[in-house]
């Protein structure tokens, strides 16, 4: 868990999250103007990972979102 002890130190660098607490409620939504490009990054990290044979760096995160946004939507 070394690589995530400085996660938080970090975030509070970024002039928005600077009062950031774990836990902290409404976080998502601050961030979720940039959901979109998130995931297509994510979706070039794991293309370039699989040209090169490798799986790092890879992440099933995207598939996740997807899914709870499609779940959401059938709620609608």
């Known amino acids: 868990m070394a690589?995530?002890?400085?996660?938080?130190?970090?975030l509070?660098?970024?002039p928005?999250?600077?009062?950031y607490r774990k836990?902290?409620?409404?976080?998502f939504r601050c961030t979720?103007?940039?959901l979109e490009v998130a995931l297509a990054n994510a979706d070039r990290?794991?293309?370039?990972a699989t040209k090169n044979e490798t799986d790092n760096p890879t992440t099933q995160l995207p598939a996740l979102i997807r899914y709870l946004q499609?779940?959401?939507e059938r709620r609608l």
């Not at 928005?16 to 009062?19: F, L, P």
């Open 3 to 10: 690589l995530f002890a400085d996660v938080e130190r970090k």
């Open 12 to 14: 509070k660098q970024i």
């Open 16 to 19: 928005e999250h600077v009062a």
């Open 23 to 27: 836990g902290e409620q409404g976080l």
């Open 32 to 34: 979720l103007e940039k």
């Open 45 to 48: 990290a794991n293309r370039e």
């Open 70 to 72: 499609e779940l959401a």
